[in-house]
């Protein structure tokens, strides 16, 4: 993974994650701005391979999150900044970073039920999680990975 790739997934997820906790919401300039300049990116550092790679990591991330809008669980913006990650970092990266982010909000929904503790949205009266923070951390921790392991 290169510099310019890592740094802006990390700022991707880190801005989400701050406006997720903060407003229970991801905004769509941010996530609807992520997702073509993800592509145009890709395709100029891997030609149509990194298209492809890109608009395959677009498709999957926004896919799995969109079934689980579909059935209720998780909101709009936490589908498209699946979609957005996806663009930039393809399928492999996109579904390791979903597998690792639902199982912290599993962690920390059962220890937060152990705990009594599970918040509840205001606005909605449903307990809720911020999906955005899970996957920051588990972005971080995947891109920091690859870059050390590229480094040598």
Known sequence: MDTVTAI?????VATAA???????????????SAIPVGIVWNTWMGGFAGFQMSLA???VGFGILFIL????GGGGGDVKLMGALGAWV???????????ATAMIFL???FSAM????SQNAKTGKHTVAFALPVFVATTVLVLAKVCVAAG
Do not use: H, Y
């Not at 809008?69 to 209720?72: D, H, K, L, P, R």
């Not at 393809?90 to 690792?100: E, R």
């Not at 705990?115 to 599970?118: A, G, N, P, Q, V």
């Open 8 to 12: 802006a997934t990390i700022a991707l």
């Open 18 to 32: 701050l406006w997720d906790f903060r407003e229970n919401r991801i905004p769509n300039w941010l996530t609807l």
């Open 57 to 59: 990591g677009f498709a």
């Open 69 to 72: 809008f579909a059935i209720g």
């Open 90 to 100: 393809g399928v492999q990266t996109i579904i390791t970073v979903f597998l690792l």
């Open 108 to 110: 920390l929904l059962v």
């Open 115 to 118: 705990m009594k503790t599970i």
